[in-house]
């Protein structure tokens, strides 16, 4: 079992809506939890990062933590079809390195 | 101002050939990841180094793979005798900083080496 899980998708939703997209984790180790986005054929890039349980606002987006579930949560709003991309999620000790998902692909369409 | 750039952005090789894949991180950047990302997966960590220390190559698939920063600047990762099995995305990933205690550090990706071993 991969230490942390991803909804596989895909996901298919019209413009304007509200997407979830979610991952457990079974590492107790973990401190940091990130959400990158990535589109095709380029690199990661981060959308958000939390540290401890809770919620995390940056404009259209919130990120959720639940540490006491190791589940953890992305939130858009008001989906545009420019969001269209995998979202993966990532997580990370002290030591450095990063366990990733293995992303949900989205669609938004106009 | 600059991002971290990787070259050759795809390679094809024959199995069996030795291929060398190139990342220029960030300017000043302490810290460089190399991750492989499988088609349809999510990346998966190689090896770290803090300047020109390779402090962990855990993620190496075999002894085949080999990573060096050796100014702590580029870096190079080389895979010798390749095999289909390592046809995949190579990322890499530079951070201002080393990894400390309850201090994120970001890590800014570069597009990647599409490698593909026929």
């Known amino acids: 079992q991969k230490e942390v899980e991803q909804d596989p998708g895909p996901l298919s939703v019209p413009e304007g809506a509200i997407v979830s997209l979610n991952c457990t984790y079974s590492?107790?180790?973990?401190?940091?939890f990130m959400w990158y986005r990535q589109y095709s054929r380029k690199g990661p890039e981060l959308l958000m990062y939390t540290y401890s349980s809770g919620n995390k606002e940056d404009g259209r987006f919130t990120a959720q933590v639940d540490k006491s579930s190791k589940y953890i949560s992305l939130f858009i709003r008001d989906s545009q079809p420019s969001d269209s991309a995998t979202y993966l999620c990532a997580m990370l000790t002290n030591a450095g390195k990063s366990t990733f998902g293995d992303g949900t692909t989205l669609t938004v369409k106009p | 101002g600059a991002g971290v750039s990787q070259s050759p952005r795809y390679k094809v090789a024959k199995r069996g050939q030795d291929v060398a894949l190139r990342c220029d991180p960030i300017s000043g950047h302490v810290s460089l990841f190399w991750y492989q990302q499988a088609l349809g997966q999510g990346p998966e960590f190689l090896t770290y180094?803090?300047?020109?220390?390779?402090?962990?190559k855990s993620g190496l698939p075999s002894d085949r793979f080999f990573a060096e920063r050796p100014e702590g600047s580029v870096s190079t990762l080389k895979i010798q005798r390749t095999q289909q099995e390592d046809s995949a995305v190579y990322l890499c990933?530079?951070?201002?900083?080393?990894?400390?205690?309850?201090?994120?550090?970001?890590?800014?990706f570069g597009p990647g080496t599409r490698l593909t071993v026929l």
């Open positions: 180094f803090q300047n020109e220390a390779q402090l962990d």
């Open positions: 990933a530079s951070s201002p900083r080393t990894g400390k205690r309850n201090t994120y550090n970001e890590q800014f």
């Open positions: 590492n107790s180790a973990f401190q940091y």
